[in-house]
């Protein structure tokens, strides 16, 4: 069952493109697996001091570990942040 639901998430990627954890907003961060609220302020907290350069930044994110980046690595990329 879990692995029927991981390749649903990878095939709705495919579909729609990655998450660009540089410009989503905090709902469309929320629609990632195992992010709620919480961790979706912390990654934009994040992208606002430092912008990522790659997605295993990422595991910087108070929240998220090894265990949920395998998870979010092939729905996500790291786009370059637009200067400020």
């Known amino acids: 069952m879990k692995k029927l639901f991981l390749m649903l998430i990878f ?7 990655k998450v ?7 709902n469309t961060l929320m629609s990632l697996t195992g992010i709620g609220q919480v961790t979706a ?4 907290q994040y992208r606002d001091a430092n ?3 790659a997605i295993d930044e990422i595991k910087r ?9 395998s998870k979010l690595k092939e729905l996500i990329e790291a786009k370059p942040c637009k200067e400020k």
């Open 11 to 17: 095939g709705i990627s495919v579909l729609f493109g």
């Open 20 to 26: 660009d954890i540089n410009s989503a907003d905090k």
């Open 41 to 44: 302020d912390r990654i934009i």
């Open 51 to 53: 912008c990522f350069s």
């Open 61 to 69: 994110v108070k929240g998220i570990g090894e265990g949920k980046f």
